[in-house]
DNA sequence: TCCATTATTAACCATTTGGTTAAATTTGAT
DNA sequence: ATCAAATTTAACCAAATGGTTAATAATGGA
C-alpha cells in the first residue's frame, strides 16, 4: 500500500501503474476501461481500488508521472547555462528522440487537458513548472551583445515547441495528408533534428 | 430524413448536427453522451438514432464535416498561382483567424485519430485529400529560379502547420507553461500573423 | 506458533448508457 | 377529408461499467 508521502511502489502497485499507463495513453481517461487495465496487469479489479481508490485517481496518478517524464525535457532550455545556439540543437535532438520512444505520451497530456481544462488548470498551478526566467534573461543579454535579435522568449518558446512536438502530436493526420508511411515518417523527424535547430537559429542571429 | 445523397438536411437533422458538433468537438467521440447531445438539441433522444442510426454514425457525420471545413484552408497552399511568399502570409492569417473562431475543431480531428488510428486511416483513404503536387512543383520552380533554396516540401508543409496549428492544440498546456491568460493568448497569436510568415521566407529565401 | 494486519479474489450491485419499441402525432398527397 | 407515410415521444431494455463487499489467503512481528 502506499505510504503517507505516496513514494512506496509495491510490486502490484507498479504493475497496475505500469498497465494503466499502456491503457490510458492508447484511450485516454474516457475510453478506458478499468478492467482493461486489470486485464493487462493481470490482476483482480478490486485491487486497481483497493490501491488507486477510483479511476479518476488512477488516472491522475498516470497523468502526473507523465508530466514528470515530459516537463523535464524543457530544462534543457530553462536551466542549462550552455550557449543559446547550442541549447536549442540539444533540446530538439532529445525531445525528437524522446518522442519517437514514447509516441504516446506529449499528445495523452494534451489530449486529456483539452477535454478537462478545469483539470489541467488546477493540475498545473499545483505543479512545480519548469521557470523561463533565467532563459528569458539569457536571451535579453544575447540580444544585447548583438549575437541574437531581440526576441519575445514566449514566442521563441512556441516556436520551438511548435517545430518539434507538432508532427508527433499530428502524427495521425499529417501521415494522412502527406501519405507517409511509417519508416517516410521516421526519416523526416530524423532529418528535422538539423533542420529545425538550423531554421531557429538562423531567424534569430544576427547575420 | 436524408435521402440518397445524403444531402437534404431537415430542420430536426440540422438541429441534431448541431449539438452534436457542440457535444463531440468539446468532449471527443468516448466522453460524448447521446442524452446530452439530445438535451443540447430539445430533442427527443431516439430522434438522434432515427435520423442517424448509431452513435458511431452520428460521430462519423460530424467528423466529417468538421475535415471538411478544415481541409480547404490547406487549398491557399496547395491550390493558388499566387507567388510563394504572400501565399505563405495568406495562409497562416486565414488559419489564425479560422482557428481563434473555431477553436476546438482541429484538437477535435487530431484527437479522434490519435485515439483510433484505425478509423482515421480508412477515413482518410475515401476522402479526397488536398493535393499537394501543383505545390511541390511550384517550390521546385522557385527554387531553380534561384528565389528560394532547394527544400522538401514536405518539411515545408509541416514546419508551416506546425508553427500555425500547435499553440491551438497544445493551448491548454501552453497557457499552463507560459502562464498565459486568454487575452495574453489572442495577442500572442495575432502576433504570429507575421511571425511566422516572416520566419519561414527568412529560412527559404536566397539572401 | 499466534494473530493482527495487509493483500487478493469472486461475486455482487447500482448506475449509466446506447439503443429499441410501440404508441401517438403530424404531414402531405390524393 | 382520408389515409398512408414520416416524425416524435415516453417508456423500456440489455449490456457495460465503476465501484463495493465479504470471505479467503498471505505476511510478518511478538
Given at each position: 500500500?502506499?505510504?503517507?508521502?505516496?513514494?512506496?511502489?509495491?510490486?502490484?502497485?507498479?504493475?497496475i501503474?505500469?498497465?494503466?499507463?499502456?491503457?490510458f495513453?492508447?484511450?485516454?481517461?474516457?475510453?478506458?476501461?478499468?478492467?482493461?487495465?486489470?486485464?493487462?496487469?493481470?490482476?483482480n479489479?478490486a485491487?486497481?481500488?483497493?490501491?488507486?481508490r477510483?479511476?479518476?485517481?488512477?488516472?491522475?496518478?498516470?497523468?502526473?508521472?507523465?508530466?514528470?517524464e515530459?516537463?523535464p525535457?524543457?530544462?534543457?532550455?530553462?536551466?542549462?547555462?550552455k550557449?543559446?545556439?547550442?541549447?536549442?540543437?540539444?533540446?530538439?535532438d532529445?525531445?525528437?528522440?524522446?518522442?519517437?520512444?514514447?509516441?504516446?505520451?506529449?499528445?495523452?497530456?494534451?489530449q486529456?487537458?483539452n477535454?478537462?481544462?478545469?483539470?489541467?488548470?488546477?493540475?498545473?498551478?499545483?505543479?512545480?513548472?519548469p521557470?523561463?526566467?533565467?532563459?528569458?534573461?539569457?536571451?535579453?543579454?544575447?540580444?544585447?551583445?548583438?549575437?541574437?535579435?531581440?526576441?519575445?522568449?514566449?514566442q521563441?518558446?512556441?516556436?520551438?515547441?511548435?517545430?518539434?512536438?507538432?508532427?508527433?502530436?499530428?502524427?495521425?493526420?499529417?501521415t494522412?495528408?502527406?501519405?507517409?508511411?511509417?519508416?517516410?515518417?521516421?526519416?523526416?523527424m530524423?532529418?528535422?533534428?538539423?533542420?529545425?535547430?538550423?531554421?531557429?537559429?538562423?531567424?534569430?542571429?544576427?547575420q
Amino acid at each position: 500500500m502506499v505510504n503517507a508521502l505516496e513514494m512506496i511502489h509495491t510490486e502490484t502497485e507498479k504493475s497496475i501503474l505500469k498497465a494503466a499507463k499502456l491503457v490510458f495513453y492508447k484511450k485516454g481517461l474516457a475510453a478506458a476501461r478499468m478492467q482493461e487495465i486489470a486485464d493487462e496487469a493481470n490482476i483482480n479489479k478490486a485491487m486497481l481500488h483497493y490501491y488507486f481508490r477510483s479511476k479518476q485517481k488512477l488516472f491522475e496518478a498516470v497523468f502526473i508521472q507523465a508530466f514528470r517524464e515530459l516537463a523535464p525535457l524543457l530544462n534543457t532550455i530553462f536551466n542549462s547555462d550552455k550557449p543559446i545556439f547550442e541549447k536549442i540543437r540539444d533540446f530538439v535532438d532529445s525531445y525528437i528522440t524522446f518522442v519517437t520512444d514514447n509516441p504516446y505520451l506529449p499528445t495523452f497530456i494534451i489530449q486529456e487537458v483539452n477535454i478537462n481544462p478545469h483539470f489541467g488548470k488546477t493540475f498545473f498551478a499545483n505543479q512545480v513548472m519548469p521557470d523561463p526566467s533565467l532563459f528569458q534573461k539569457q536571451l535579453a543579454e544575447a540580444a544585447e551583445q548583438g549575437i541574437i535579435r531581440p526576441i519575445d522568449p514566449r514566442q521563441f518558446v512556441l516556436n520551438l515547441i511548435s517545430l518539434t512536438a507538432f508532427p508527433f502530436i499530428g502524427k495521425g493526420l499529417v501521415t494522412g495528408i502527406l501519405e507517409l508511411d511509417e519508416t517516410a515518417f521516421k526519416a523526416l523527424m530524423e532529418e528535422r533534428k538539423k533542420l529545425i535547430p538550423e531554421m531557429i537559429i538562423n531567424t534569430i542571429k544576427v547575420q
